[in-house]
């Protein structure tokens, strides 16, 4: 019976030992939900991660991530995650201007027989978590469409930059009305996952929209912008179109 035991606990010993280790240690790439750090589960319990923003401008963290958003309530959508049928769901016409608008906070639309809400957001954290906001709103998140947009403000024309995303599940994103990133798949948001083309930002405002396509369980997103060398850009100021609290 000793034995039985001893060799017990020493297999128990050794599982643990070959166990994988996972360390978040500050910020790395990684996980989906969005606590402190990157990565952390997604839970509804936790919906503070998001607060309805207040004042007229916000700056980014100081890793540059873009906090402000406006988020529009979800739209049930079929949730396949492959580039066709991303492609297919987010270039259909579910409201007028969807590529163009600049909504303000408390904006309402119809699609289908559903009115949806713009709301103003922001996240505590480095990225946006879309489980949470659907939690929020008593929405699901699940084989939803997101739509969110913001305005960046720059003080002078800035050359050579690049959008640099991260997303769960897929997304594709637009600077100033020209499609810049398609990042596709059922995926875990990494920071940087996907990066634009150089593009240039305007002396004032810049309008960057992004439509996500979820099919299950914990989504989020992340956004930056990089400059000529790879830095983030903090410099910045976010106003998430014309707000009024």
């Given amino acids: 019976m000793n034995m039985f035991r001893y060799l017990l606990v020493s297999a128990f010993a050794v599982l643990i030992a070959l166990a994988p280790v996972t360390v978040l240690a500050g910020r790395g790439a990684g996980g989906g939900g969005g606590g402190a750090g990157y990565g952390g589960g997604a ?18 963290d100081a890793d540059g991530f873009i906090q402000r958003w406006l988020l529009l309530e979800p739209i049930p959508v079929n949730g396949q995650v492959t580039q066709n049928a991303v492609q297919a769901t987010v270039k259909k016409d579910y409201f007028p201007g969807q590529l163009d608008v600049i909504p303000k ?4 639309l119809v699609v289908g027989d559903a009115e949806l809400t713009w709301h103003a957001m922001d996240t505590k954290f480095y990225n946006v978590n879309l489980y949470h906001f659907g939690f929020l709103v008593g929405k699901s998140s699940g084989n939803s469409l997101f739509w969110a947009v913001t305005v960046v403000n720059c003080p002078e024309e800035m050359h050579d930059v690049r959008l640099a995303i991260g997303c769960n599940s897929a997304t594709v994103w637009w600077v100033n009305g020209q499609e810049v990133i398609g990042v596709y798949g059922d995926r875990q948001t990494v920071v940087d996952d996907g990066v634009s083309k150089r593009l ?22 992340c956004a930056r912008f990089l400059d000529s060398s790879g830095k983030p850009i903090t ?11």
Avoid at 43 to 60: I, M, Y
Avoid at 105 to 108: A, Y
């Fill in 43 to 60: 839970t509804a319990d936790t919906a503070n991660t998001l607060k309805a923003a207040v004042g007229s401008t916000a700056t980014p």
């Fill in 105 to 108: 906070d408390g904006d309402k």
């Fill in 200 to 221: 240039t930002l305007k002396k004032g405002a810049n309008i960057v929209r992004c439509a996500l396509v979820n099919n299950a369980g914990a989504t989020d997103f």
């Fill in 235 to 245: 410099g910045i100021t976010i106003n998430a179109g014309n707000m009024a609290r």
